[in-house]
């Protein structure tokens, strides 16, 4: 028999799922691990939340995987592990999806009035394109929205001057609106 190191990703998982082996599992880890964890703080920006995501994720795995069909498995951890993160996230978006309607007095995204899958792929849609933001927009951004911080909490963390603070969150706000609008009309 091959040893379990010396296998693809596809065939470790065929494998894990044939033999319910969880030395095969422990490789998956060691393999991923790392990434599930870079991935999850990328979406949701602490540590501790992180880590509470890559336990989880790698924990469905475990209980799942015989669910599954994979072909490409790093490009499906990823999925899952975005997802997972969204799902972690959603909810915190609807401040900041409100304020963005908002916006000039104009209604672009009348979250209350679209159906649970419509109000998920704005959220997804928001989220991705706060990811495109410059990183003082990011950083203030999900500060101020997700995390729930003052505008004094955000200068303390940052260090920030408030004006630049206030600022970022304005001109993040408005590229947000615009990248969205974008989104909207290429549809």
Request: charged share 30%.
């Amino acid at each position: 028999m091959q040893p379990l190191t010396t296998l693809t990703d596809e065939q470790l998982i065929e494998q894990i799922k044939s033999s319910g082996n969880s030395a095969g599992f422990r490789i998956i880890y060691e393999r991923y691990g790392h990434l599930i964890f870079g991935w999850c703080m990328r979406y949701l920006k602490q540590q501790a939340a992180s880590e509470d995501a890559t336990m989880d994720i790698l924990e469905q795995l475990l209980k799942n995987l015989h669910r599954y069909e994979i072909k490409d498995f790093k490009n499906w951890l990823f999925l899952l592990t975005r997802n997972h993160c969204f799902q972690k996230l959603k909810g915190k978006t609807t401040v900041l999806m409100d304020d963005l309607s908002r916006i000039d007095g104009e209604d672009v995204m009348e979250s209350g009035k679209k159906d649970p899958l419509e109000v998920e792929r704005i959220e997804e849609a928001l989220h991705e394109q706060i990811e495109n933001l410059n990183e003082h927009q990011k950083i203030c951004i999900v500060l101020f929205y997700l995390k729930k911080k003052s505008y004094k909490e955000i200068v303390d963390q940052t260090g920030y001057e408030m004006t630049k603070v206030k600022s970022h969150i304005q001109n993040g706000k408005r590229n947000l609106r615009l990248s969205l609008e974008h989104v909207y009309n290429e549809e």
